[in-house]
């Protein structure tokens, strides 16, 4: 954790000064120094994988016309997210918290009625392939809130992140300085979404070894 830390810092001090290579290769280091402290941790791999496919959309939006390969790298880091929370009492939990739902929906609609204008304007081919993205990421923040509020918050950090450079595809303005706050949200949203889900996991398996015996004595 103190080495995603250290390299956290340093990437957002990086982006602020525009260091432009120096920051791409502290950005490269970010997500697999986050996987390793979940594999040590002994977490979900599906956790470990959507970190790495999200350093595949990190390492792919560094490079001119790889947007729409980024794109379906966090794609597919959000597909990993979604199946763990799922797995583990997200729909349940959204009954109880069905205000997420209804938060979650809100918020896609109302990205996606600001910025399909501009986007059509700006890129017209990335209309698409935007909307569908932004359904998986919508759909990550809401059923992280379903298992862990934690992961919920992270989650929807990860909405604003992208909603955030969005914007910029979109030629809409956006909070300055943009880069900053792009990356702040995104490290910090990935941070609370790996701590949940290593809480959930470790919390899960304490009351499963708790309940091995009882059920044992009951027999």
Known sequence: ??????????????????????????????????????????????????????????VA???????VVGMAGFGAAHVCFVTWFVRHG?????????????????????TIAALWGPLGDEAPELQIPILVYSLLLTATAV???GV??????????????DTLIAMDVAGVDRPEPGDVWV??????AQLLLALGIVRSNRSEHIHDAASFPAAEKAR
């Open 1 to 58: 954790m103190i080495l995603f830390l250290a390299l956290s810092a340093v990437n957002v001090v990086l982006v602020a000064v525009d260091a432009g290579l120096a920051a791409s290769l502290t950005k490269a280091l970010l997500m697999p120094a986050l996987a390793l402290w979940v594999v040590r941790q002994r977490g979900p791999r599906l956790l470990v994988a959507a970190l790495l496919l999200s350093w595949v959309g990190d």
């Open 61 to 67: 939006l560094e490079v001119d016309g790889l947007f």
């Open 90 to 110: 997200a729909l349940a939990g959204l009954r109880r918290r069905w205000w997420a739902v209804v938060a979650g929906v809100v918020a896609w609609a109302a």
């Open 143 to 145: 059923t992280a809130f």
């Open 148 to 161: 862990s509020l934690t992961a919920g918050v992270g989650g929807a950090l990860f909405l604003l992140s």
């Open 183 to 188: 990356m702040v949200t995104y490290l910090a």
